[in-house]
């Protein structure tokens, strides 16, 4: 029997509080609840099951599914965050415990964390944010395939860490950033590449000539924001742009390219004005 994973154990006896659960070969036996019973059940029958500690710290027997085991991440809310750590919210009654050693920055109730859940010294189920060891660098995707995954950390001169499929390695460098993410992100991404280690770089962006309508369509909103005249061009700074628009100097001027051919906007002195129509 292992704390905090499912596991397919035998009915052994029923008793009014439940049915006690064992494996072939062992004395062992664990709770499982009467309400939790599904109806029509006898010694002999096999069931699925999660095993946890109640509030008594005693091993108990669940069916319901926790969507989460020893070594698995998931994404949980927070439910109260409290001095010795947090607590997070899960399928059972009780609340998952993230200690406040195993956090990552200051949280908030209302926050989705990613976590991993394992066990602590003191034999309870634990969840930690320090996912990195948990994470697998044997992701089947390739250059270009999407993918999904949620932000666990922002690394300052390196990029957005992304626990792609909440499973595997994954990279938003630093300069494919263009908006503002926080942890707990959940984003749609593509493989810029696999890299020898078997890691993967990722960009929010499409490729260049699919991206192009979208940040054509961001410019000419923003003109019309800045009241027909946004005050860009292609002399301005790399930074401004990306403050301003979200986007790299290379996107903005294809944008602009395609709303000059468009005739929709004119270059001037004081930036790219909507042309008037005569």
């Known amino acids: 029997m292992e704390l905090g994973k499912r596991q397919i154990l035998t009915v052994v006896k029923e008793k009014d509080i439940g049915v006690y659960l ?25 069931l699925d099951v999660f095993l946890y500690k109640d509030s008594e710290d005693r091993l108990i027997a669940t ?7 020893v070594g698995g991440l998931a994404v949980l809310p927070v439910s109260q965050v409290t001095e010795i750590g947090a607590f997070l919210r899960w399928a059972l009654i009780k609340d998952l415990f993230l200690p406040f050693k195993e956090q990552r920055g200051k949280l908030r109730s209302g926050q989705q964390v990613l976590v991993a859940l394992y066990v602590d010294k003191s034999e309870r189920l634990c969840a930690t944010m320090k996912i990195y060891p948990y994470l697998s660098d044997e992701s089947p995707y390739q250059k270009n ?12 001169g390196v990029g957005a860490l992304v626990a792609v499929e909440n ?29 020898k280690d078997g890691k993967l770089d990722l960009s929010c962006r499409k490729k260049a000539y699919a991206q192009m309508d979208s940040d054509a369509e961001r410019v ?16 301005s700074e790399p930074e401004a ?17 395609h709303l000059l051919k468009e005739g929709k906007i004119q270059i001037t002195e004081k930036g790219i004005e909507k042309r008037s129509i005569s």
């Open 63 to 69: 069916t319901k599914q926790t969507g989460l085991e």
């Open 145 to 156: 395939d999407t993918v999904t995954g949620t932000v666990y950390q922002i690394k300052k």
């Open 241 to 257: 742009i990306k403050r301003e628009l979200e986007m790299s100097k290379n996107a903005f001027k294809r944008a602009v390219g």
């Open 220 to 235: 000419w909103q923003a003109i019309l924001e800045y009241d027909g005249i946004l005050p860009l061009h292609d002399k």
């Open 22 to 46: 064992g494996e072939p070969e062992s004395d062992r036996t664990v709770l499982l609840p009467k309400k939790e019973v599904p109806a029509g059940t006898k010694p002999g029958d096999t």
């Open 167 to 195: 499973r595997y390695f994954g990279l938003i460098p630093e300069q494919e950033l263009y908006t503002r993410l926080q942890p707990g992100d959940f984003v749609e991404a593509r493989v810029l590449q696999v890299r």
